[in-house]
């Protein structure tokens, strides 16, 4: 295995660590902005 | 697994060819996951000595009453500095370094799952780092209002603010992508036949930490960021003249700030359950009841923020309900405690410097837990806050808690990665050093605290002078130890007695990394290993 290839042979575990990344990627997103409406919310109340 | 592990030697020296990248290129480009742990581990040191060398400078200030060699000005630049950097810099980064060299050996993985967003995640730390460092010599100097930037008080900072600011989101996106590479990496990449129970402790501990990374750094990105608006914006989310509210700040910071301290010590859990059973010679006892009270732990952490808030004022029943949520983390710690001590039970012990480091950490991080409890109670609490007793309690869990946990794993796992063990005088000359001064250094804090010296102050009454000087004393003493950790690591990288495969000779199988010969190859299971 080369420094540039991918250590993950099969597809569809490629597919699944991918979209296993973007999901937490996007739930880190929903934290971050989540807190932030929630204060906007508060602010206005 | 014997099998396997012959087939994969002998598959290594198939692709003998496959080497490192020469040069400055192999660091600059590297994806492989020992590369990068080392890249991590080397940093976290440099940042301990940085933070190490801020610490010097408080204790020589306390080190008698009066005001001698900083002004109070820098003396609160350096606490909060020093805080940041050994927490974010010294710490975590070093759990990560030993996450990414240990997590896809463990598990018979021959990498992380993402190992170019590994390569990002580490290479954003030291520019992290440098612009957090360089706020020290902006006009103003760097940020005074503590680690937890409490509105106002932090709004008054100057150019130093929005570089801080920065270099916070820098560490937050660093952390969250090293965390999603853990989950993603043990979630997919398990060897076949290593189901999650049978997974080690040191990976499972780590899962259970990326999840509590990747729900609370967002959340202290929204509160700095928000705090950025704040201050240069005019927005009002903290100012309480534009209807804004800054208990809403110390509520947010604490709902990420609780479970970061649960970041600092569940990978040391991790590692404590892998070194006391091989240097007991028996089994990790209670393994499967450790991984539930590893999760217990990280569920109670969420719910338990406002015990750091006491002091603001709050409804009886909140004050109640986070008192007991608090005292309710003891069960599943207590469960932990007390099977490391029934796994060293009638063991047949041997006391090389990783099994000396863990035994120190049983004990003083149990010290540490004790006065956690102290504080839970809130007309305690009351007492205790904002004085030096509060610093000695998480100086205990984070001093003789994660940062011996983490010399316990660098200890355990060193010839592995060097393939020559270490010299053991030395390294248990550095555990016996360490452990007293440690003592000597936080200890008499606990008195200090106690008689109501204030915490953050570079000056203090008459009647606290000897206590602070017994302090001060081990902590120069501390400090001047740690020369001692980087001499045995770097006699140790440069050569020394050939390390086995095994290293230890009580060591139980549980994870992967045994089966491989010492040091460890570059590339690791490019064939899965099969586990029976």
């Known amino acids: ?45 | 697994m014997a099998n396997a592990h012959s087939s994969d030697i002998a598959h290594h020296d198939d692709h003998s060819h496959d080497q490192p990248a020469k040069g400055i290129k192999r660091w600059l480009f590297a994806t492989n996951h020992k590369d990068i742990g080392t890249m991590y581990l080397v940093f976290s040191l440099i940042m301990f000595f940085i933070g190490g060398a801020m610490a010097m400078v408080i204790r020589a200030e306390l080190f008698q009453p009066g005001l001698q060699l900083v002004d109070p000005v820098f003396f609160n630049q350096m606490t909060t500095t020093h805080a940041l950097v050994m927490i974010f810099g010294a710490v975590m980064p070093a759990f990560v370094g030993l996450a990414n060299w240990m997590i896809p050996m463990q598990i018979g993985a021959p990498d992380m799952a993402l190992p170019r967003m590994n390569n990002f995640s580490f290479w954003i730390l030291p520019f992290a780092f440098t612009l957090l460092l360089s706020t020290l010599l902006v006009p103003g100097g760097a940020v005074a209002g503590g680690w937890t930037l409490y509105p106002p008080l932090s709004l008054q900072s100057g150019d130093s603010f929005p570089m801080l600011i920065f270099a916070i989101h820098m560490m937050g996106i660093s952390s969250i992508m090293g965390a999603i590479n853990v989950i993603v990496t043990i979630m997919n990449m398990r060897a076949p036949g290593m189901n999650l129970l049978k997974m080690p402790l040191f990976a499972w501990s780590w899962l259970i930490t990326a999840y509590l990374l990747i729900a609370v750094m967002p959340v202290l990105a929204g509160a700095v960021t928000m705090l950025l608006t704040d201050h240069f914006f005019k927005t009002s989310f903290f100012n309480a003249a534009g209807g804004g509210d800054p208990v809403m700040f110390e509520h947010i910071f604490w709902f990420f700030g609780h479970p970061e301290v649960y970041i600092m010590i569940l990978p040391a859990f991790g590692i404590i359950s892998e070194v006391l059973p091989t240097f007991s010679r028996k089994p990790l006892f209670g393994a499967t009841s450790m991984i539930y009270a590893i999760a217990s732990i990280a569920f109670l952490s969420f719910i338990v923020w406002g015990h750091h808030m006491f002091a603001d004022g709050m409804p009886l029943a909140a004050q109640l309900f986070y008192m007991m949520a608090t005292m309710l983390i003891a069960v599943p710690t207590g469960v932990k405690v007390f099977n490391w001590t029934a796994t060293m039970w009638r063991g047949s012990l041997s006391f090389e410097p990783p099994m000396l480091f863990a035994i120190a950490f049983l004990f003083l991080f149990s010290i540490g837990g004790f006065s956690g409890l102290m504080l839970a109670i809130v007309p305690a609490d009351f007492q205790y806050n904002q004085t030096y007793f509060v610093v000695a309690h998480f100086h205990y869990v984070l001093v003789p808690g994660a940062i011996f946990g983490i010399m316990a794993g660098v200890y355990y796992w060193l010839p592995k990665w060097t393939g020559h063990m270490y010299n053991m005088t030395l390294a248990k000359a550095h555990f016996w050093l360490s452990a007293i001064f440690v003592n000597v250094l936080f200890f008499p804090q606990h008195f200090l605290g106690l008689a109501g010296m204030p915490r953050r102050i570079p000056d203090y009454a008459v009647q606290f002078t000897d206590w602070n000087m017994v302090s001060s004393i081990g902590g120069f003493a501390f400090g001047l130890s740690q020369i001692l950790f980087v001499i045995v690591i770097v006699q140790c990288a440069r050569g020394g007695q050939k390390a086995t495969s095994q290293v230890w000779e009580g060591t139980h199988p549980t994870g992967l990394e045994w089966t491989l010969p010492s040091p460890a190859p570059y590339h690791s299971f490019t064939t899965a290993p099969e586990i029976p």
Do not use: Q, T, W
């Open chain 1, 1 to 45: 295995m080369s420094a540039a290839e991918n250590p993950i042979k099969d597809a569809a575990m490629r597919r699944r660590v991918r979209n296993g990344a973007l999901g937490l990627g996007c739930l880190a997103l929903a934290f971050y902005f989540g807190f932030i409406v929630l204060l906007v919310h508060h602010s206005h109340h």
